[in-house]
């Protein structure tokens, strides 16, 4: 079992930043791959960004490509996604979720899930 805990969501005017937290407990945070994603009210779960467990491999969606920046600390069970130049269609509750597997753009592809932070961008 992995257990995750976001942190660092809040309220922010457009272009602002934010940078979000993801703390790991469990089994070892090292061997997983750790992506975000986000849901907007009435709508469906959506991919932002994965990292792999080395670090060496980072994909993210194309409306938070150059914006956003996924990276972890595996020596802090932690992964963050730092958002730069938010937009109003931004806002959303993020999620960190953990893969056992190899990195994926899918929420099928995830076991493990936090129970969200809440991001909004103000115009």
């Known amino acids: 079992q992995v257990q995750l805990v976001e942190s660092g969501g809040g309220l922010v005017q457009a272009g602002g930043s934010l940078r979000l937290s993801c703390v790991a407990s469990g089994r070892t945070f090292s061997s997983y791959s750790m992506g975000w994603f986000r849901q907007a009210p009435g709508q469906e779960r959506e991919f932002v960004a994965v990292?792999?467990?080395?670090?060496?491999?980072?994909v993210y969606a194309n409306s938070v490509k150059g914006r956003f920046t996924i990276s972890r600390d595996n020596a802090k069970n932690t992964v963050y996604l730092q958002m730069n130049s938010l937009k109003p269609e931004d806002t959303a509750v993020y999620y960190c979720a953990a893969a056992e597997r190899s990195i994926s753009m899918s929420t099928s592809g995830y076991g493990y899930w936090g129970q969200g932070t809440q991001v909004t961008v103000s115009s």
């Open positions: 990292i792999s467990w080395s670090s060496i491999r980072m």
